[in-house]
């Protein structure tokens, strides 16, 4: 299994912008498909982002589309979440999540890292 771990969550302002990078081991990080899911407090995880192996498909939940792009670098074993616009109901622990096939479910998902929390004030 491949180990991640997540970066860059912090406390920003309503509007503001945040980027997250999650760091795997392993040397078989462009054979995985990597995901984002997060998770308010009392609320389930939920689908954010997901990125195939190449690169070249991407996916979004309808809440974040037009405001977050995923993307990866398998040169360095990274995957990102860039947050643009971003809004309270964003606050969140965001978990990055490797797996087989850029699905949107966690089921599709096998490994996950541990999280960082995102924290956007009105």
């Known amino acids: 299994q491949v180990q991640l771990v997540e970066s860059g969550g912090g406390l920003v302002q309503a509007g503001g912008s945040l980027r997250l990078s999650c760091s795997a081991s392993g040397r078989t990080f462009s054979s995985y498909a990597m995901g984002w899911f997060r998770q308010a407090p009392g609320k389930e995880r939920e689908f954010v982002a997901a990125?195939?192996?190449?690169?070249?498909?991407?996916d979004y939940a309808d809440s974040v589309k037009g405001r977050f792009t995923i993307s990866r670098d398998n040169a360095k074993n990274t995957v990102y979440l860039q947050m643009n616009s971003l809004k309270p109901e964003d606050t969140a622990i965001y978990y990055c999540a490797a797996g087989t096939y850029a699905g949107i479910t966690r089921t599709d998902f096998g490994s996950w890292g541990q999280g960082t929390q995102v924290t956007v004030s009105s």
């Open positions: 990125i195939s192996r190449s690169g070249r498909s991407t």
